[in-house]
């Protein structure tokens, strides 16, 4: 499964990033964020393109595991 | 917890505060279609410094600490004040270095652009298209792997906190008119509104765009790339708003003729918002959310801002700003290179990723 580690990189970065696994069809994927306001934007990416996704929190990042 | 302003309610509400608090602070003194303006503001300070000698712009704009500070109190407060560095810094600096340079060719910042368009100021519309051509070629960048590379949270914590400090400096040396600082005796530099006034002005304004994100470039390119309205909506209901209140005020006057601090030079208020444009989207944000970020502890995004301090000195004292007569001596010269500069650093960068990924 393909991770796609989005710590560090700033706007828009973790969104592009994202976007480009959407469009590559992957069923199943998962993105590491480290920022709030990545997390709002690959959250907002993902409900707009109706992908359910679950919600990992770790010590010092997040992970949304994507899976469709 | 659920961060409100993050919501389309939420940033149509902190739209709508930016730009009623511009028109006030207008109101209460500030320059003509300038109740904010971050690229203005900051080549204030700058001359306030003595770092270029334009008499007429020249004062320590309090909103400027407002803001940044504002952005550092409620980033502390909910646990997102993160001290980081190591993104392309001196690429950085020279993107606000050029960034600056558009700005004042055009004379304002993208902020400024909307305030002057909600001030009827037809000029502006011109130098928002050139702002839209701006960061749409930097969205191909963008789209063809274009990126500064990562940051890495800083080894010594206190890098994050300099930036707070400094502009804490800056207000002090206002308020008790420490000796060295140039105040400007007339001209734009010389209209202000009442200092306290306009720094719980850039405390609120600081705070809500670092709860939502507001960002006037990032609004055109979640647009040109994602097709989300999300932040335009804030950036529009800020226009909107600054719109309705100058109707309210009487200080609607729609023409490009004679504009309050602006010129006609259509070309060139195209080309210097392409510039800005351009270099605001390869550093990933607009003058104001580069504040922001610095408040929240970025320290390549101080670097930004300390690059248009930078520009801004350049700008007046190399001749390349505009003024209400028309563009500089150099303008023209300073917006080419830049955007030279610009398309060099787009190339090279997404050109070393295309390298890597054959490999």
Known sequence: MNQIDTR??????????????????????????????????VKRLLNKNKLKFEVKENLDHTIYHVKR | MKNFFSTKIGIILVGAVIGVVAIVLQKLGNPPNMGLCIACFERDIAGALGFHRAGVVQYIRPEITGILLGSFLISLFFKEFKPRSGSSSIIRFFLGFFAMIGALVFLGCPWRAFLRLAGGDLNALIGILGLILGIFIGTVFIRNGYNLGRSRPSQNKVAGWIMPVVMIALFLMLIFQFKPIIFSEKGPGAMYAPIFISLIAGLIIGGLAQRSRFCTMGSIRDIIIVKDFHLFSGVASFAISAFILNLIFGQFKAGFVSQSVAHDVHLWNFLGMVLSGLAFALAGGCPGRQLILSGEGDTDSVIFVFGMFTGAAFSHNFSMASSPKGIGTFGTYGTITGIIFCLIIGFTIIQKRKVRSLK
Not at chain 1, 18 to 30: D, Q, T
Request: proline content about 6%; glycine content about 6%.
């Open chain 1, 8 to 41: 560090g990189l700033s706007c828009p970065q973790p969104v592009v990033l994202v976007l480009n696994e959407i469009r590559s069809g992957k069923s199943e994927f998962e993105v590491l964020l480290d920022s709030e306001a990545s997390r709002e934007n």
